[in-house]
DNA sequence: GTACGTTCATTTTTT
DNA sequence: ATGAACGTAC
């Protein structure tokens, strides 16, 4: 096995691969076959150094890459031998961390993720709240703030002390209420999946212990676009053993918008004295002529100090192709053109092609050529299937059954599909809500007994301010939730959305909205969706919503790319990375495009723009095709542009340049025949994940409330979580003294409004 | 409260 | 070009 190992790795990778325990930096270029050591390293620990793989964790840059990595091992160690072993990306691990013990920082552990969408959506209410105008204060803008800050590990207090322009402050009064309601909601963002994790660790050495007893080898893939969060992340982890392994490349760093420091990786050695450093500067991949272009645009950044030599065996190949479009749409029909003839040619299948970008809007114009030839293609990103709005909305109910407290998506279904309750009557809930100090669910829990006042009748609470007609339409949206939450206990996922499409009749809702055809295009998609909740029907009932909700909040769409089917994949320059392909087209080479206009005025940002042409380039194969555009529509307003600068550093002699239409070569493509159609747009062309199965963790170990003998003041308080043991997850409404005794009003979710003595309830406080 | 028409701003890249 | 946001009419 062993010798199955080594094989086919050059003495520079099997260095690595044989590395002594320790820190260890690999720096290796595009196409030195990164991942494939990071397997084999893996493969080495287990087969050779005779690691548990219990006792590894890896982590990768996209669950694709995740998945590979484990299908490899299973071909290299033996099926299931890896079983044991992690791999993923931060977010999915960070998350795994959570689930099992964010109850250490008293919160739940079936909190709700909130995605890109629901994030905004929550800054608005902020905005709102704050009676700040969302014209002047774009939330988009000060959501970003809050996230650079989350990614730097600056917590609300801190950004606020740090201060100094107005803007700041009203930024930092934000980030407070933001907290506040994802708390409220018991919700995580993405970013806060890292944040919280790392203060798991920081606040309870003895959990960080168990976790650096457990993952006593630790890698990480591009390690250059770690951010800060990450780079604490994999400290803590690895302070006790020291066993990281990291593999990055400094020319391939285009993360920094979302906080990636490149001086992670280069203060490796600083953090790590003791760390091997093993450079890698062979190509595999590439042919000798798509290098040299690569190399020129790299090397265009004079302030580079030391530039990697990359250098291949390969053959000279293909010299790269340059060609001036008159617009976008005569680039898209010179890419799909000249595809078309690959594929003709025999030589090259659709899947061998990839067309890339820098801006998602430039993928409509491919798209249309490329549906304009019939050629087969899948676009990745974009409006991607989780965002499509009947998908978010169906998901926002189930997430509410799941979580009733989730503001964000309780306030998305409120009120949709339409049943007469608008703004008005939601800023009225939102309000009562706030002055009882309850979740807006809970509110319509109390709503509901102070209309059918049951047996175990709470004292009345301040009165709704609602019309009876709006408490009935309240009312019955009650009903819908408290079905769906019902239900969730008891029916399978799969029964759980029937039961939900038919209570709210999505098919109806849909095609009043959108119109007939629209309408079922739409209806479609929602059907997609519970098809790939069949996919979970093997795990415990109590386990496949939770799970199914986790998996959809983490998915990339990079991650949702098929390769089994043969169609040409349109793909955005970042997340290209880590592919390859065959052949390559690189589109949209324009200043201000690429360079994109808002970095034009910051040299790191231009810079950055400069390492994605490169990343672009080195990820073809045999063949690269560079391709600009005359003149370019955007906004619906057509500009003259010029060629991008980085075409520039380009000599002559490396590329050849097609005279204008060229590339086409003619129609001698009759012999072509298209396979397939890509679906149009709107349709469902879109490749559903097929998700894995991971078991849910055991239940949580609650701490319970200690009750003292002769209670003085009440230990229960309007909006703590709590838990029964008959009535499952509620929360408090109020609480007093009675008799020495202390009465706490809860509201369970699905089970309505209980009134109950502290002392023989048995609630357990979750935070 | 909803439906429909008008205006207006909007696009960088992502887990 | 597209879609969200706002106003007016029902």
Redesign the pocket.
């Given at each position: 096995m062993s010798t199955q190992l080594l094989e086919n790795l050059n003495p520079a990778q099997q260095k690595a691969v044989q590395a002594t325990e320790g820190p260890v930096l690999v720096l290796a270029g595009p196409g030195s076959g990164k991942t494939r050591i990071l397997t084999h390293r893996i493969a080495y620990l287990i087969e050779t150094l005779k690691v548990d793989p219990y006792n590894i964790l890896a982590v990768t840059?996209?669950?694709k890459a995740a998945r590979e990595m484990k299908e490899r091992l299973d071909v290299l160690l033996g099926q299931g031998r890896a079983a044991a072993l992690i791999v993923g990306?931060?977010?999915?691990i960070c998350t795994r961390f959570l689930r099992r013990d964010i109850v250490h920082l008293g919160r739940e552990r079936d909190f709700t993720i909130y995605?890109?969408d629901d994030?905004m959506r929550l800054m608005?209410r902020v905005l709102k709240d704050l009676n700040l105008d969302?014209?002047r204060n774009?939330p988009?803008a000060i959501h970003?703030e809050i996230?650079r800050a989350k990614n730097e590990l600056v917590c609300p207090e801190e950004f606020i002390r740090l201060g100094r322009t107005y803007k700041d402050e009203v930024t930092g009064r934000c980030y407070v209420r933001y907290q506040q309601l994802l708390r409220e909601s018991n919700a995580l963002d993405?970013?806060d999946l890292l944040v919280e994790t790392v203060q798991l660790f920081e606040q309870h050495p003895d959990v960080l212990d168990r976790y650096q007893e457990r993952y006593r080898y630790i890698l990480a893939d591009e390690y250059q676009d770690t951010n800060r969060v990450q780079y604490v992340l994999l400290k803590l982890l690895a302070s006790k053993y020291r066993n990281l392994f990291v593999v990055g490349d400094e020319d391939q760093s285009?993360?920094a918008?979302?906080g990636a420091d490149i001086r992670n990786i280069r203060s490796f050695e600083d953090d790590y004295p003791e760390a091997q450093v093993i450079l890698l500067e062979q190509n595999y991949r590439s042919t000798q002529a798509i290098l040299d272009v690569a190399q020129a645009v790299i090397r265009g950044d004079v302030r580079r100090k030391h530039v990697k030599r990359l250098w291949t065996e390969n053959d000279k190949g293909a010299l790269v192709q340059l060609q001036e479009a008159y617009d976008q749409d005569e680039e898209g029909q010179l890419v799909v053109d000249e595809a078309a003839r690959l594929v003709a040619s025999g030589e090259y299948k659709l899947g061998d092609i990839a067309i890339m970008y820098?801006?998602?809007?430039q993928s409509r114009a491919i798209e249309e050529a490329l549906i304009g030839r019939g050629l087969r293609y899948q676009i990745?990103?974009g409006t991607r299937f989780y965002e499509r709005?009947e998908i978010k909305d169906a998901l926002a109910y189930l997430r509410v059954a799941h979580n009733p407290y989730d503001t964000i998506n309780f306030s998305r279904v409120l009120?949709w599909p339409?049943?007469?309750?608008?703004?008005?009557?939601?800023d009225e809930l939102n309000r009562w809500a706030n002055s009882l100090g309850v979740p807006p669910y809970v509110a319509l829990q109390l709503l509901n007994e102070q209309a059918n006042p049951s047996s175990e009748a709470p004292e009345p609470t301040k009165p709704a301010p609602f019309s009876p007609r709006?408490r009935q339409?309240l009312l019955s949206f009650l009903r819908v939730l408290d079905e769906l939450i019902a239900a969730k206990t008891e029916q399978s996922l799969d029964d759980l959305m029937g039961l939900l499409f038919s209570r709210v009749d999505f098919e109806e809702a849909l095609r009043?909205?959108y119109g007939e055809e629209e309408g079922r295009d739409r209806w479609n998609n929602v059907q997609e969706l519970r098809n790939v909740a069949l996919n979970y029907i093997n795990l415990p009932i109590e386990a496949q919503l939770p799970t199914f909700l986790e998996e959809v909040a983490?998915v990339?769409?990079?991650?949702t790319i098929k390769e089994d089917q043969d169609a040409i994949t349109c793909?955005?320059?970042?997340?290209a990375k880590g592919l390859e392909f065959p052949v390559v087209f690189l589109v949209g080479l324009e200043e201000g495009l690429l360079p994109?206009?808002?970095?034009l005025d910051d040299r790191d940002?231009l810079e950055?723009?400069r390492r994605?042409f490169y990343v672009g380039a080195t990820r073809a194969r045999k063949q690269l095709y560079l391709l600009y555009a005359f003149r370019r529509?955007?906004?619906?307003?057509t500009n003259v542009s010029t060629p991008s600068r980085f075409l520039a550093s380009i000599p002559k002699e490396l590329v050849a340049q097609a005279p204008k239409r060229s590339i086409s070569s003619a129609h001698q493509t009759s012999m072509f025949t298209p396979r397939t159609f890509g679906t149009a747009a709107g349709g469902s062309r879109r490749a559903t994940p097929s998700a894995s199965r991971t078991s849910q963790p055991p239940a949580a170990k609650q701490q319970r409330a200690a009750l003292p003998q002769t209670p003085k003041e009440t230990r229960f308080f309007a909006g703590l979580k709590v838990r029964h043991a008959l009535f499952g997850e509620g929360v408090v409404v109020s609480s007093k003294l009675v008799d020495g005794d202390e009465e706490v009003t809860v509201a369970f979710s699905g089970k309505g409004v209980k009134r109950l003595l502290a002392s023989f309830a048995n609630l357990e406080m979750s935070e």
């Open positions: 840059f996209t669950n990306t931060f977010h999915s995605d890109s994030q608005k969302e014209k774009a988009r970003s996230s993405f970013d285009v993360y918008f979302r820098r801006t998602n809007a990745v990103g709005k009120n339409p049943r007469g309750i608008g703004d008005r009557t939601e709006t339409s009043r909205e983490l990339a769409d990079v991650d793909i955005t320059l970042h997340q994109h206009s808002r970095s940002a950055e723009e994605l529509s955007t906004y619906g307003r």
